[in-house]
């Protein structure tokens, strides 16, 4: 089975920086596409970013220009730089990995909070 976990939430002001971070490990065959979701309180969950394996991305509109999708594929890690935060930005974000062995697994979410 494979495992992934987050880290890098946490409490930020507005304008500011944040880097999420969702690494994947134990019986890696091969990882197809990579994405980061969002869910804010009383809404549904939304694509924020996603990131093939040849590295091409997508971007949700109300994050383009400031968020950056990445990935390592040494580390299986994908990556979420966010930058000129906002409040609307709050919400528990969440990777989502597609793997060629197991399909799409989710992380366990990390806590975004945006506030001044």
């Known amino acids: 089975q494979v495992q992934l976990v987050e880290s890098g939430g946490g409490l930020v002001q507005p304008g500011g920086s944040l880097r999420l971070s969702c690494g994947a490990s134990g019986s890696i065959f091969g990882i197809n596409d990579m994405a980061w979701y969002r869910q804010a309180p009383g809404k549904q969950r939304e694509l924020v970013a996603s990131?093939?394996?040849?590295?091409?991305?997508y971007y949700a509109d109300f994050v383009k220009g400031r968020f950056t999708i990445s990935r390592d594929n040494v580390k299986n890690t994908v990556y979420l730089q966010m930058n000129s935060l906002k409040p609307e930005d709050t919400a528990v974000y969440y990777c989502?990995?597609?793997?060629?062995?197991?399909?799409?697994?989710w992380g366990q979410g990390t806590q975004v909070t945006v506030s001044s």
């Open positions: 990131i093939t394996g040849g590295r091409s991305t």
């Open positions: 989502n990995t597609d793997f060629l062995k197991w399909g799409p697994k």
